[in-house]
């Protein structure tokens, strides 16, 4: 199994709106609705922020929100803060039973 | 409140056998829908799955590494043990254990800190 295709960077002012996108393939992501996405800071392990499209976890704010159309799943962060900077990374479960991850998103808050 | 902590050899020669320990709190290995994963981050650069073993032993690997993983628990003592065998530099990583829970979701929402592994001679 391949690595989900991830963008390197993206970048936002506050207050704006950003995507990530997640591409995989009809073995991961386009074969169920079991992606989630983790936030990691400097330093930090990962947190599970948003999981199985627009389920949150207790106290995650609902700022982050997905979607899937097809193979890709997207993230969205609305409403950006400085505190949202960091990596992103999703990942998929797949038709082997087991999971993959993307090649994670630097966020730059400008 | 779930809490799972690493250990393990922070320095491992090439070829050798690397055993790290996951010892967690908070929920037991034995509840139908629970398992255990480990995950790892090479410095400064992405996460990768690598296994996952469930309450009723089955087990899962990443493909890539399958021939290379060993995961076991041991329920009575809280923890779940991950084998890697004939390591190499490209090994050094920081190896995270994590939770999930089949009626949460595919996610994995509870992690370790972590523990860096160096492989080198």
């Known amino acids: 199994q391949s690595a989900l295709t991830q963008p390197a960077a993206v970048s936002g002012s506050p207050g704006q709106s950003i995507t990530i996108s997640c591409a995989g393939t009809s073995s991961d992501v386009g074969a169920y609705n079991y992606v989630s996405w983790y936030q990691q800071h400097p330093g930090k392990a990962p947190k599970l922020i948003i999981y199985d499209v627009n389920q949150r976890p207790s106290g995650v704010s609902d700022r982050f929100s997905d979607s899937k159309s097809g193979n890709t799943a997207s993230l969205t962060i609305s409403g950006l803060q400085p505190e949202d900077e960091g990596d992103y990374y999703c990942i998929s479960y797949t038709s082997s039973s087991t999971w993959v991850f993307g090649g994670g998103t630097r966020l730059t808050v400008l | 409140q779930i809490t799972l902590k690493e250990s393990g050899p922070t320095l491992v020669k090439p070829t050798q056998t690397l055993t790290l320990t996951c010892t967690f709190s908070?929920?037991?290995?034995?509840?139908?829908?629970?398992?255990v994963g480990w995950i790892r981050q090479p410095p400064g650069k992405a996460l990768e799955w690598l296994a996952l073993?469930?309450?009723?032993?089955?087990?899962r690997y990443c493909p890539s590494l399958k021939s290379r993983l060993t995961i076991t628990k041991d329920t009575s003592k809280n923890q779940v043990v991950l084998t890697v065998t004939n390591t190499d530099p490209v090994d050094t990583a920081t190896y995270y254990c994590a939770y999930r829970r089949e009626s949460l979701g595919s996610g994995y929402p509870d992690w370790g800190q972590g523990t860096l592994v160096t492989v080198s001679s």
């Open positions: 908070g929920f037991s290995l034995s509840t139908p829908g629970v398992g």
């Open positions: 073993i469930y309450w009723n032993d089955d087990k």
